[in-house]
C-alpha cells in the first residue's frame, strides 16, 4: 500500500484516526490530538505543531525534520525511538515531562519556555542548544555534550561538570548551584 504524501496542508481539531500513514512536509498541525497515537513510520519536514497534545504517541521511526512544536503538550515521548537521521526541531513553551531524549543527535536545538521536568538527556548531543526559561527540575544530564549550549535563562537543573561535557557552556551566577549541587556545599549568595 502506498503511503500518503501531504505537502502545505493546516489541520484544526483534528484526532488521530484522520491521519493517513506517510509523509507531511511543510503543514501546520493546530490544536490537533495525538494522545497515545501511533506515529511510527510517520515523516514530518518542515512542519509546525501549535496548541497540540501528543503526550505517550508511539515513535518508533518517526521523521521529525525542521519541526517547530509550539504550546504542545508531549508527555513521556521516545524521541531516542525516532528516525535519526537529519531530525531537528524546536520547542516553544511546551510541556515535555518524562520525555526522553537518550542518545540523540540534537546539535542547536532551542528549548524556550518549555517545562522539561525529569527529562532523559544522558548520552545526548546536545552541543549549542540553547534552553530559554526552562525548568529543568530532575532532568537527567549523564555523559551528555553540552559544549555551548546555554542555560543562563533556566532553572532547576542539576548538571555533573565531571560527567559531562561542558567547555564553553553558558550558565547564569544564579544558576551555579546546579552545577555544584552534587558536591554538597553550601553558597553564600550574599556575599
Known sequence: MKEAYILDQTFEDAVFSQFEKGEYENCIFRNCNFEYADLSGF???ECQFVACNLSMS????????EVIFKEC???GLHFDECNAFGMSFNFEGCLLHHSIFHRTNIKKTQFKNSKLIEADFSDCDLSFAVFNHCDLAGAVFENTNLEKADFRTSVNYSIDPAQNRLKKAKFSLSGIDGLLHQFDIEIDKNS
Do not use: I
Request: proline share 0%.
Open 58 to 65: 508511539k515513535l518508533v521511526s518517526t521523521a521529525f525534520r
Open 43 to 45: 515523516s514530518f519536514s
Open 73 to 75: 503538550k508531549m508527555f
